[in-house]
């Protein structure tokens, strides 16, 4: 579920941190451009590991902070795809079923990967596995706030940076995407709500 990735940038120290450890100014700097964001194609950061090696500082003109390039290594939630992780259902739609891990919350199980036959209960606003047993069909909910084992099945990373100016025809109220998405499956046993392998 989570890596460490080694990764290179130039940190800008500003003039007030001059009485800090070098490294200590460094980690906090990382630390604040870097916790809780997504990386492209990396995953989201979580907090600094270690620092492996730090070049030269140099100051330019015109800007009292220094600027040193930086080696470190960055603690990453991605987990691996197959990998069978324990979250909580945050709602349901048509889409599918949106699960939470409390600090991440871009996760969805779409329809088809539902166990089967599921159903969408447009009064309830969940989704349904229909379980049939030898005295006929039980209807399992997906309730919010569940607990539900899952597997990850593929991920999608969308390059949200800034492209410019908004054009007159892009409203600001448009929905964000989500910088990084997972893909979940619960289509097979043992997997889906906690409570339907555990009460049996």
Same mark, same amino acid.
């Given at each position: 579920?989570?890596? /460490?990735?080694?990764?290179?940038? =130039? /940190? ?27 990386? *492209? ?32 290594? *960055? $603690? $990453? ?20 079923? *949106? ?10 199980? !779409? !329809? ?18 229909? *379980? ?15 607990? /539900?084992?899952?597997?990850? $099945? ?24 989500? !910088?990084? =998405? ?19």
């Amino acid at each position: 579920m989570f890596v /460490v990735i080694e990764m290179v940038d =130039t /940190v800008r120290t500003p003039p007030w941190q001059f009485q800090q450890r070098l490294n200590d100014a460094i980690a906090e700097q990382l630390n604040k451009k870097l916790a809780n964001k997504v990386v *492209y194609n990396v995953g989201l950061c979580i907090c600094l590991y270690d620092i492996t090696k730090l070049e030269d500082s140099f100051i330019f003109p015109g800007d009292g902070a220094s600027h040193t390039k930086v080696h470190f290594r *960055y $603690v $990453v939630f991605r987990p691996f795809l197959d990998e069978i992780l324990v979250g909580k259902i945050k709602g349901c739609s048509q889409e599918g079923v *949106y699960v939470t891990l409390g600090f991440f919350d871009d996760i969805l199980i !779409p !329809p088809e990967s539902l166990q089967q036959p599921a159903k969408f209960d447009d009064s309830e606003q969940v989704w349904v596995w229909e *379980y049939e047993t030898e005295e006929g069909a039980h209807d399992l909910y997906m309730d919010q706030g569940e607990d /539900v084992r899952f597997r990850v $099945v593929d991920e999608a990373f969308v390059d949200t940076s800034p492209s410019g100016p908004l054009s007159s025809e892009a409203s600001p109220d448009e929905k964000k995407e989500a !910088p990084y =998405t997972l893909i979940a499956s619960i289509i097979e046993p043992g997997l889906g709500l906690q409570s339907w392998w555990t009460n049996h």
